[in-house]
């Protein structure tokens, strides 16, 4: 059962959320420095595969791996692209 705070948010979001910490957690293994910017390699990652799903639905996108309404492929994609960006802007 999800806490109340999340229960009103459609399902596709909260993988999407999963999907981009992953993703971030990932990233920042390979590529991170310090300990105290992983939360924002988190936030980014949220924010970026929500995009990335949301981006992916508007142009129609290829759906070769989905969960319910998320492409994980898309969602991923967008998270690692955002955050690799951030981390070469000094992130």
């Not at 957690?25 to 924002?40: D, M, P």
């Not at 898309?74 to 000094?90: E, K, N």
Request: proline share 7%; aromatic share 8%; hydrophobic share 60%.
């Amino acid at each position: 059962m999800l806490p109340p705070s999340l229960a009103s948010l459609p399902p596709w979001l909260v993988l999407a959320g999963l999907i981009g910490v992953i993703c971030a957690a990932a990233c920042f293994t390979l590529f991170g420095k310090h300990w105290s910017r992983l939360a924002w390699y988190a936030v980014l990652g949220i924010f970026a595969a929500a995009l990335g799903q949301v981006v992916g639905a508007a142009i129609h996108a290829p759906e070769p791996i989905k969960i319910g309404d998320l492409n994980v492929l898309i969602a991923s994609f967008g998270a690692c692209s955002v955050i690799l960006g951030a981390r070469l802007g000094g992130l």
